[in-house]
């Protein structure tokens, strides 16, 4: 134990986690430093320089010891204990008004300061507590008396309670405040840990058969008793006169069978003799530091709790649970001592260390290949659903695999929630660890953990969410006028219309501007401003999920953002918040587009571009894509399409009941509506597809697919659409769904995106099991066979020498990809800017087309976003209230850009630090003080 008096202890216990304390208080005050006010922004300064001073000197006091070899004297232990004690302690007490209530907690409240006081100043007072240990310890074991140190450890609480609950109502109250308590609780706490490690160490020294039984006493109690007892007091909802274990602990989530299975095991680790056979002693030792981890994983969530240590014993009496680690951690590390010291007589140092090194590692290593392995298989998941590649046939996932990360992910989720007193119910670090690692320090949203337990599991528990907008009510918010201006450019024959909006809220209440609008496809927007007060905001564009996390999170505080960003295909999503009552509002649009046209917003007919310049259009044309021009195509000759019959079979988990049912309905579509049989094909779909040819009256061979997992129609569609534009195909497909439930249309919003690639539409229909008809999803139809209602389809096509394009029969031009490839490193410098927003739609086309490719791609394409200044599909213009906002908006986009294109942010902000959940801390001082208040000890 004499090792600790070396000076790299010094380095380890206060050097690094000051480093990283300053690091993390640099980030948390760089982020809201704008908006603070100038008392805050002093108190910042004054702990900050105080951190910087106490490190700096204790690290050269360090380097001056290792130079002359010498150790750490109770001088340096007693001036840093007190030092760090009062910087901790003054912190903690002033970071309410170094975190003022005006910072929305979504981006940082002064529980954060709290978490990094407790976190990295105690290992500092902990080593100077052991150094005093150490030094007042007689050489001698058999000259030290362990009854010095049992009872101060008795007298300590009795004393902390007579003190307050007798002795301070005769005092003054004027002076006996917070200050005075958080100096009281940080004196007894120091007096008690120090008493407490002292006896721990005087009684592991000491020497004798009673000493011996002693030793393992306390291993016993510190190593088996009481942590399996904390932990099914943790674990336990108290219910009455019932304990019901739940797993929704107060200190985080310890209920996994684990973690009592690894308390027994290294309880009875730390009760094996220490026998003087060379090889038992060898196993012993690799067992001890096996499960050397779990004690000091343990030491690590409570440390920040061991000012309170004391206090909980007075109050609650099971506060002793709390210090339950601290002693654990004493014993465990004197044991792998006395083993190391034992076995460096028989075997080399250095085998010894390293097996020691090994041994530590395995578990935590272990973890690490588990997660990574959730990762891998999470990450093919979310590939196969959300960014397919559609020429693989089978999906190369385990769904078991899977439904354990889904389960995981809910678990999480659900105890995400704050309790009376003692906040999130997580498992401290364990859950960040294993979220960094699987995630990327991001989320997956509830609608994806939903759509992947549909398609992969069958079910959900998690209800359907709408969608990322919600339609304004005229009659609540209404646009008063939109008034349009446009700018012509000669070079490049393109305009730039911008729309000035005054909206105006007719009710009493705040309310949200929320509508949405369809660009026409020579369209894309290419600057928003929001007026703030009578400030004109520019919009900032940003990345599309880091804009919206924003939005949602200031709107949830009611300041000023305002929002655009897209949907579905061209359709645009526009927000405003908040409206008072009869408030009205100014805010403006710019849109960049080749054409004259119609756009409409809120049943305004608003005219984009200006007549007046209107020349002889003409094809434009590059390497990625081709623009068609109204007037061109108009005079394009149509040409006569063929459709060929899909049929697409349900075959998700318990549909096997409807083998027979699915083969009549499919024959008797196929007679009713004169369909040709030799053009017919079929999916059979789970989340996989077997896909048959099929004639009329045959039997389908149903044993190709197994009835598992949830129905993927929308993987099925895209996937035939897609074959169908790059493999050129004559004949357009004309997709029926057979499935026992509803289909509803709003469930394909998303192949919007892709009818581009079917110029002739896309044509989908169910079957009802209950009538003879089918209905069409997202479309007028009236029950006309098919055959007839399809046989007449006429399409125009562009033909030239080296390709040929069909384009639908709209008044509006056609941007289209001329081939199945892109350059998405293609410079944008030599196009103008309109030709620069068509290669940002032609970009999301050809991630439509080939979803394999957006992790590779999106970034790149996101860049030339910002580069240009226009909105893709990826991207969003935001307009925010304050600095400290725009720096929040900054790292959660950087955040994101870092992580998968898959993958989410956090629906609800976790702005805290690594677990555990610290709200214990503010919440059991703020119960402390009602108490306190309550029997008269405060005013």
Known sequence: MHNLLKPHWIFICVTIPQLIFLYLFWDAYTLIDSDLEMESIQLWKYYGAGMIILSLLATIYASFLSFRNQKVSTVYAVTSLISFSILMATLVLNAEIMIPRSIPEWMLNSEILYKYALTFYIPACLYSILILVLNSVNPDPDQNNNWKNIIPLILIPGITYLVFAAGIPFVNQRYFGEHTMMIFITFITIIFIFFLLRGLYITSIKRGREWKYANKIWALLLGIILPLLGLYLNNSNFSGSDFINTGEGVFGDFSHPLFYILCIFN?????????????????????????????????????????????????????????????????????????????????????????????????????????????????????????????????????????????????????????IFFGERLTPYLTEWYQNIVFDRMSLSNDKIAKMERILLGNTTIPPTSRVFISSSSD??????????????????????????????????????????????????????????????????SEKRSALWIYRQITSRRKDPGILYYLDGNEVGFRVFPFNNKETRKTGIEIIHKENSTLTIDGIEILLGDPSHTKEQEIIENENFIYVPSTIKNKLNPTLRKPYYHFIVDCSEHKETYQSTYTEKINEIMRMNFLPSQKAKISLLNYDEVLLDHEAGAPIDFSRQAFEGGYFLERALKRAIAKHFTEKEEEYPVFILISSKKIYSSELSSLKNYESFIPDGIHIYSADFNKKELSALGMHYKGDPLYSKHKNVTTSVLTQPSYSIALPPSSSGNLRLKANTFNPDQTLNALNEWEQAMYLKGANLYLKLHPEKTQTHWLSFVKKSFETNIMSPLTSFIVVETEAQRETLKRKQKEVLEGRSTFDLEETPNNSMDEPAFWFLLSFALLLLLWFRKKGIIA
Not at 500 to 510: A, L, P, R, S, V
Request: proline content about 5%; aromatic content about 16%; glycine content about 4%.
């Open 267 to 419: 309880g009875l680790f730390l009760l094996l003799p220490n026998t003087k056979n060379q090889a038992s002693r060898w196993a012993f030792f690799i067992a001890r530091s096996l499960t050397l981890p779990f004690t000091l994983y343990f030491c690590l969530v409570f440390i920040p709790m061991l000012p309170l240590g004391v206090m909980t014993i007075v109050v609650f009496g099971l506060g002793l649970l709390l210090l339950v680690p601290l002693g654990l951690t004493f014993i465990h590390g004197q044991s792998l001592w006395k083993d190391y010291q034992f076995l460096k007589t028989f075997y080399h140092p250095l085998a010894v260390k390293l097996t020691f090194l090994f041994a530590v590692l395995a578990f935590p290593l272990f973890m690490f290949l588990t997660f990574k392995k959730d990762r891998v298989q999470l990450n093919k998941a979310l590939d196969y659903i959300f960014e397919p590649d559609f020429s693989i046939e089978e999906p190369n996932f385990h769904t078991g695999s899977i439904r354990r990360v889904l389960r995981a992910v809910k678990t999480q989720r659900s105890n995400r929630r704050n309790s």
């Open 476 to 541: 609540q918010i209404k646009v008063d006028t939109i008034t349009s201006t446009t700018e012509y450019f000669k070079e490049g024959d393109y305009y730039k219309t911008t729309l000035d909006f005054t909206i105006t809220n007719q009710t009493d209440f705040m309310r949200e501007y929320a509508t949405q609008f369809e660009l026409p496809e020579d369209a894309m927007i290419s600057d928003y401003y929001l007026y703030v007060g009578d400030k004109k905001e520019p919009g900032i564009l």
